[in-house]
Nanobody, 124 residues
Framework: VQLQAFGGGLVQAGGFLRLSCAAS????????LGWFRQAPGKEREFVAA????????YYEDSVKGRFTISRDNAKNIVYLQMNSLKPEDTAVYYC??????????????????WGQGILVTVSS
């Protein structure tokens, strides 16, 4: 399984970006896809998660109402639409995939596969 993330960059506060994560390999074995982020000097934190085959979607509180996670199963892509971006959203963003059901949707260890990080910088 490989995850390849795209779409990072520099944007002004209030702007938007869409991150994409293309999955290849045994994607049919996925249970859940997620996005995490890590800001400089901080630990990696959960952003959003979506089941591969339908179900409840989860967001970290600070991104609710601004970010939307979605997937295109036919293309094996998961998206993170980020609107109303704030400087505090600046971080390296990672997509991740987990094969096994877990209540711990917001914990990194619940995901076995990770894409390379992509940098999102929001200027004030």
């Amino acid at each position: 399984v490989q995850l390849q993330a795209f779409g990072g960059g520099l944007v002004q506060a209030g702007g938007f970006l869409r991150l994409s994560c293309a999955a290849s390999g045994r994607t049919f074995s996925f249970y859940r896809l997620g996005w995490f982020r890590q800001a400089p000097g901080k630990e990696r934190e959960f952003v959003a998660a979506i089941p591969w085959s339908g179900g409840r979607i989860y967001y970290e509180d600070s991104v609710k109402g601004r970010f939307t996670i979605s997937r295109d199963n036919a293309k094996n892509i998961v998206y993170l639409q980020m609107n109303s971006l704030k400087p505090e959203d600046t971080a390296v963003y990672y997509c991740a995939a987990g094969r096994i059901y877990s209540l711990d949707y917001n914990v990194a260890r619940s995901y076995e596969y990770w894409g390379q990080g992509i940098l999102v910088t929001v200027s004030s």
